[in-house]
């Protein structure tokens, strides 16, 4: 059975940082392309940033370009999501997904989420 497991999340100042991983079991992740994805309360699901099996090509929404990075380490079987510059609407739970579109809208296998909370 495929298990995505997030870690990293947790309460954050306006202006800090979090580093989001996800470790993934049974499925060797360089296999393919990986996704984050967030919910806000009462919001739908939005996919946040994805990275090619490669890593050569990497997908940002307009809203983290410039705060968030996406990086994976294939020998550690792990995706991670550099967050600075955090804001209160970037409060949400995010999930990390495998495989993913090329669109970063979808995702096959997903984790059960780790809760980032911004607020001062």
């Known amino acids: 059975q495929v298990q995505l497991v997030e870690s990293g999340g947790g309460l954050v100042q306006p202006g800090g940082s979090l580093r989001l991983s996800c470790a993934a079991s049974?499925?060797?992740?360089?296999?393919?392309?990986i996704g984050w994805f967030r919910q806000a309360p009462g919001k739908e699901r939005e996919g946040v940033s994805c990275i090619s099996r490669s890593g050569g090509s990497t997908y940002y929404t307009d809203s983290v370009k410039g705060r968030f990075t996406i990086s994976r380490d294939n020998a550690k079987n792990t995706v991670y999501l550099q967050m600075n510059s955090l804001k209160p609407e970037d409060t949400a739970v995010y999930y990390c997904?495998?495989?993913?579109?090329?669109?970063?809208?979808?995702?096959?296998?997903w984790g059960k989420g780790t809760l980032v909370t911004v607020s001062s």
């Open positions: 997904a495998a495989p993913v579109n090329e669109a970063c809208s979808k995702g096959d296998y």
């Open positions: 049974v499925i060797t992740l360089d296999y393919y392309a």
